[in-house]
């Protein structure tokens, strides 16, 4: 039976000209804006999207132009592909910009897949990310009559081998420095708190997730001054999750920080941009002597080696 790993992530604009449709796609999925109508959510889309274009493109300009998130998950594929050998196809699917599910879709059952396992490239469940790139592969395949078996994972925030990944990356951040005269705040995308409060299971994991690093580091003999987690990239007026990175800055006292985008595992604008340029500013202006990011897991032996510790017990 000829099989396939597909990763599955939101994508990001390949090139400027390319903002426009990622917003688009955005926010005409169900699970972003989610009204009964989709008529009204391809209105709710259009006025976002208009209103939003331009302000985006300049923030990509910012980050050379377009998202690094395609570049660098391409990068992924390539070293799990050489890791894992012949013995099965490797490929990936973004939500919003090509490479999109039914193009990938179409090329897999042309060329003979059976069976797939699916990856969401997001360490934590929400209806939002995980479930929106399942349904949309399902849906694809479904539209092209492409009768394959799925195997899909949910999440994966607890995966020992992900986890020893992002401490590497908070190593890399410190350097030679002292963790402990360092906060370290833990930030998360944030999601509106309606959401939350239908169920959605992302904020508990995003908690545990925190809880298991911070035992993680104190074994490992990484004692942070502080352990804080925080949310960023809120939209709009209404209420979301608490509290957002701008407040923790401006509560901590001490003025050395090392933040960690726990809820990606691809560098794209939120981390290269909104933390790295965006939130540096801020803490810059209110007096912070040492402001760093940590990089994503991106291509790193250990988060390619976790992609096939996950796949070995889908199989």
Request: glycine fraction near 4%; charge should be negative.
């Given at each position: ?145 492409w009768d394959v078996i799925t ?156 992609l096939i510790e996950l796949y070995?017990?889908?199989?």
């Amino acid at each position: 039976m000829k099989e396939a790993i597909i990763l599955l992530n939101m994508g990001g604009p390949n090139n400027l000209q390319e903002v426009e449709i990622f917003l688009h796609n955005m926010f005409n999925d169900p699970y972003i804006i989610r009204t009964k109508s989709s008529l009204l959510r391809r209105f709710i889309a259009g006025i976002i999207t208009l209103s939003r274009a331009e302000k985006s493109q300049e923030i990509y300009r910012r980050i050379g132009g377009k998202s690094p998130l395609v570049s660098l998950t391409q990068s992924l594929v390539h070293k799990l592909k050489t890791a894992i050998g012949n013995e099965i196809i490797v490929d990936f699917i973004m939500r919003y910009t090509p490479p999109m599910a039914n193009e990938v879709c179409t090329r897999l059952k042309d060329q003979g897949v059976e069976k797939v396992y699916l990856i969401p490239l997001y360490p934590q469940y929400s209806s939002t990310t995980t479930q929106s790139s399942l349904d949309d592969f399902e849906q694809s395949a479904h539209k092209i009559g492409w009768d394959v078996i799925t195997v899909e994972i949910k999440h994966f925030f607890m995966h020992e081998t992900y986890n020893r990944c992002l401490l590497e990356r908070v190593k890399e951040a410190l350097g030679s420095d002292e963790a402990g005269s360092f906060d370290i705040i833990f930030s998360a995308h944030g999601l509106p708190q309606n959401i939350v409060d239908q169920g959605d299971p992302y904020q508990r994991q995003v908690i545990a997730h925190v809880a298991l690093l911070e035992n993680m580091m104190k074994n490992s003999w990484i004692d942070f001054n502080r352990v804080h987690l925080a949310y960023q990239s809120k939209v709009g007026p209404m209420k979301w999750l608490e509290p957002s990175l701008e407040t923790t800055l401006n509560t901590l006292k001490n003025k050395r920080v090392i933040i960690v985008p726990i809820a990606f595992t691809i560098d794209n604008s939120e981390t290269d941009f909104e933390l790295s340029i965006e939130y540096a500013e801020i803490a810059h202006e209110l007096g912070f002597e040492e402001y760093r990011v940590t990089r994503c897991p991106n291509d790193h032996s250990l988060f390619v080696q976790t992609l096939i510790e996950l796949y070995d017990k889908m199989k």
